[in-house]
């Protein structure tokens, strides 16, 4: 099993839907989780972070739930420019990152 | 943007050369960090450094090698490559606190590496 664990999508949306995507990690001593996006041949760049139960950005609302080990990502409102791999990250310490491998979004007019 | 460029940005080599990528950081950062991307795995780490001179192993190390003789420079280097090492490598840099504990890392633009 992997400890970081993604649906990989693709998940399909007309613009203006709301859409949102979990993500279940294994290792119940990580510490933090993030979410960072990636568009096609690009590199990942950080989304939002999710330090203890949730964060918000706009339209953008991440949760964790430590009790059932997931974090979830909502997205109110797709945007076009919304259409990337989003991938979820948690932090096990020293400096580890685990990386999950990523839900594809398709935003559509 | 955090100031961190690779070099080359893509490259294509036959099995049994050696190849070094380039990672630069402007930012003064302590950490920096290797990983490799490849289809059906998250981002794995290669090696990473605390500080010149200072390098520890990744998840996936075997068959590179790190160096880092100044603070902005951290190279990969591939001893012999192999048809298995053809990927999508990424640098990043972290922005960690001990104080905090916490981790925040930013990552390069990539350098794609073929190997034939």
């Known amino acids: 099993r992997k400890e970081v664990e993604q649906d990989p999508g693709p998940f399909n949306v007309p613009e203006g839907a709301t859409v949102a995507f979990n993500c279940t990690y294994s290792?119940?001593?990580?510490?933090?989780f993030f979410w960072y996006r990636q568009d096609c041949r690009k590199e990942p760049k950080l989304l939002m972070s999710?330090?203890?139960s949730g964060n918000e950005d706009g339209r953008f609302t991440a949760q964790l739930n430590r009790a059932s080990q997931y974090i979830s990502l909502l997205i109110r409102d797709s945007k076009l420019s919304d259409s990337a791999t989003y991938l979820c990250v948690a932090y096990t310490g020293f400096q580890k990152l685990v990386f999950g491998t990523g839900t594809r979004l398709l935003v559509s007019p | 943007d955090a100031g961190i460029t690779q070099s080359p940005r893509h490259k294509v080599t036959e099995t049994g050369t050696p190849v070094t990528l380039r990672c630069h950081q402007t930012?003064?950062?302590?950490?920096m960090y290797w990983y490799r991307q490849d289809p059906g795995h998250g981002l794995r780490l290669i090696h990473y450094?605390?500080?010149?001179?200072?390098?520890d192993k990744g998840e996936v190390s075997d068959g590179y090698s790190v160096s880092r003789s100044k603070t902005e420079d951290f190279l990969l280097t591939l001893e012999s490559a192999t048809s298995s090492q053809t990927s999508v490598y990424f640098c990043a840099i972290s922005e960690s606190s001990y104080a905090s504990d916490q981790e925040t890392q930013y990552f390069g633009p990539g350098t794609r590496l073929l190997v034939l």
């Open positions: 290792n119940s001593a990580s510490q933090s």
């Open positions: 930012e003064n950062h302590r950490y």
């Open positions: 999710v330090y203890s």
């Open positions: 450094s605390y500080g010149v001179k200072d390098t």
